[in-house]
């Protein structure tokens, strides 16, 4: 079973950035696709964005034009660049395939992101 580790949460004010990077225990490229997801208190877990082998991306109505998901293949990297981000961007966020994908993992421990003044 593919595990992948995210890092590069923290606290952030309103209007601020951060990159979150995911590395994983098999080759990212060989995976269709990746995605990030969080999970927001007493929420459930949702996709926020997607990135495809081909570069085709997908993401959440509430984060189109302030997140942006990316891969390095040479570096075996997901990265998702989150600008402006706003208190309800706030969650844990994670890193997988779609779970409908041979490539789907167990959850990892995520990695924290708050946006708070």
């Known amino acids: 079973q593919v595990q992948f580790v995210e890092s590069g949460g923290g606290l952030v004010q309103p209007g601020g950035s951060l990159r979150l990077a995911c590395t994983a225990s098999?080759?990212?490229?060989?995976?269709?696709?990746t995605g990030w997801y969080r999970q927001a208190p007493g929420k459930q877990r949702e996709v926020v964005a997607a990135v495809s082998n081909s570069g085709r991306t997908n993401y959440a109505d509430s984060v189109k034009g302030r997140f942006t998901i990316s891969r390095d293949n040479a570096k075996n990297t997901l990265y998702l660049q989150m600008n402006s981000l706003k208190p309800e961007d706030t969650g844990v966020y994670y890193c997988n395939a779609p779970p409908e994908s041979p490539a789907f993992g167990s959850w990892g421990q995520g990695t924290q992101v708050t946006v708070s003044s």
């Open positions: 098999t080759r990212i490229f060989s995976i269709d696709i």
